[in-house]
């Protein structure tokens, strides 16, 4: 700060907060920095963006536009509502998930501004700042986004994809000290597309009964699976362990910008009875909740919903995922992961083959530059050395981008013939 003799500052130096300069979200840090320039002559194709809507091909359906709307020209809900969300919508939310094992009221539902706004409404009420937390690495960028936001530290237990991607548990184990907060479990995944079966599931709750650690279970992705997967809420599985789900209309219903996601408490142990609901009502205030118009409309939305809407979104996340599979497990150099459900497809790259590349970044830009063809490096998700893309496009385009990304490894790749990949 630039003082004058009286104590006047002598010019305009307006700072930031400590806070606003730690924090970062790192695939916009790395993506931002990337100096992408496409082949003019080529038709770009953004496989990076984890939205469903973005191509058009998916929307959501008119059962839903119907229920919004009336709200909106009903012109009741226009004004505040509790912080926690409407009755009417957390009641909706608690009998959409309401399980044998894990019953709920509306008393257990807190509505947010998104799953985002849920995830980091359960971290502040979890961790402390110089508290840890688990996170699975690969993972979703905001874990560490509000780690740094609130100086708490992301330890990333590793997932392995020669597994489906599940969860390293004796890693996962090591990292815990008496500073940990609190384990976050993503299934189905965000970016592996990986789906944790029930022994796994029971496996994790297991460690976390041991050590006395809540979990925070991001169900964004929630029935997202592929025929001969099963989703098991983590509710089902924690019988003896706390859990906070966070769960939200933004990916099955193909409604990320409607922002209204919610937190379920589970909690069978009476561990969160004394501070974490009255801290979990206290975060609600700082914003006075998500969208009205949208939670007026939420009991419709879950009542009217036909069930074939979801079989047609999922049936193009799963095709293009086989297709992805089929072409790639064919390039050599390159190790493709099947998923079981979400909308991600991740695949490894072996730069002994690539060696023209330092890494997947470098991998990443020069795609770009050649083929017009956008995927998110794994080094977004602590994860380098693979790439992440979406499965939401349509087939046509799928086919292309697979095209050229296939003429883009036989360009460059400098080792012998073969094929690989993960099923």
């Known amino acids: 700060m630039t003082e004058s003799q009286n104590g006047k500052r002598s010019k305009w130096t307006v700072s930031g907060s400590d806070m ?13 920095g990337l100096k992408l320039e496409p082949n003019p002559d080529k038709e770009f194709i953004a496989l990076s963006l984890g939205d469903p809507t973005l191509f058009g091909n998916l929307s959501t359906c008119e059962e839903m536009r119907e229920a919004v709307c009336d709200v909106v020209t009903g012109m009741k809900n226009n004004g505040y509502v509790p912080a926690l969300g409407m009755e009417s919508a957390r009641e909706a939310v608690a009998k959409e998930f309401s399980i044998p094992e894990s019953p709920l009221t509306f008393k257990d539902v807190i509505l947010s501004c998104g799953c985002s706004g ?9 961790a402390n700042p110089g508290q840890n937390v688990l996170v699975p690495c690969p993972g979703f960028s905001i874990y560490r986004t509000l780690a740094g936001s609130y100086q708490f530290e992301p330890r990333g237990y590793k997932l392995l994809p020669e597994k489906s991607w599940e969860a390293d548990l004796e890693h996962m184990e090591s990292l815990i000290d008496d500073k940990t907060a609190c384990i976050v479990v993503n299934s189905p995944s965000n970016p592996c597309g990986g789906v944790f079966n029930k022994e796994h599931l029971e496996d994790i709750c297991r460690i976390a009964e041991r050590h006395r650690l809540p979990i925070l279970s991001d169900e964004v992705y929630a029935d997202m699976v592929f025929p001969g997967q099963d989703f098991h809420p983590l509710s089902s599985i924690a019988k003896n362990v706390p859990v906070l789900t966070c ?24 561990a969160f009875k004394d501070e974490v609901r009255q801290g979990l009502m206290n975060l609600s205030t700082r914003i006075l909740g998500p969208c009205t118009v949208i939670q007026a409309a939420l009991p419709r939305i879950f009542s009217e919903t036909p069930s074939d809407f979801y079989t047609k979104s999922m049936k193009v996340f799963q095709e293009n995922s086989e297709l992805i599979y089929d072409s790639l497990s064919h390039v050599p150099g390159l190790f493709p992961v099947m998923p079981c459900g979400a909308m991600y497809f991740m695949f490894g790259i072996d730069m002994d083959k690539f060696d023209c590349f330092k890494d997947d970044m470098a991998f990443v830009t020069k795609l770009v530059e050649e083929e017009s063809v956008f995927c998110l490096p794994g080094k977004c998700f602590e994860y380098p050395n693979f790439v992440r893309i979406v499965t939401s496009l349509p087939k046509e385009k799928t086919v292309i981008a697979l095209q050229r990304i296939t003429e883009f490894c036989a360009r460059h790749y400098q080792g ?8």
Do not use: F
Not at 20 to 32: E, F, L, S
Not at 118 to 126: D, R
Not at 251 to 263: A, D, E, N, Q
């Open 20 to 32: 606003a300069m730690r924090t970062h979200n790192p695939i916009r840090a790395i993506v931002d």
């Open 118 to 126: 849920a995830i980091e409404m359960a971290l502040l009420v979890l």
């Open 247 to 270: 769960g939200g209309l933004a990916k099955r219903y193909l409604v990320p910008g409607w922002r209204l996601g919610w937190i379920l408490i589970h909690d069978p142990c009476d």
């Open 416 to 423: 012998e013939q073969g094929s690989n990949g993960i099923k």
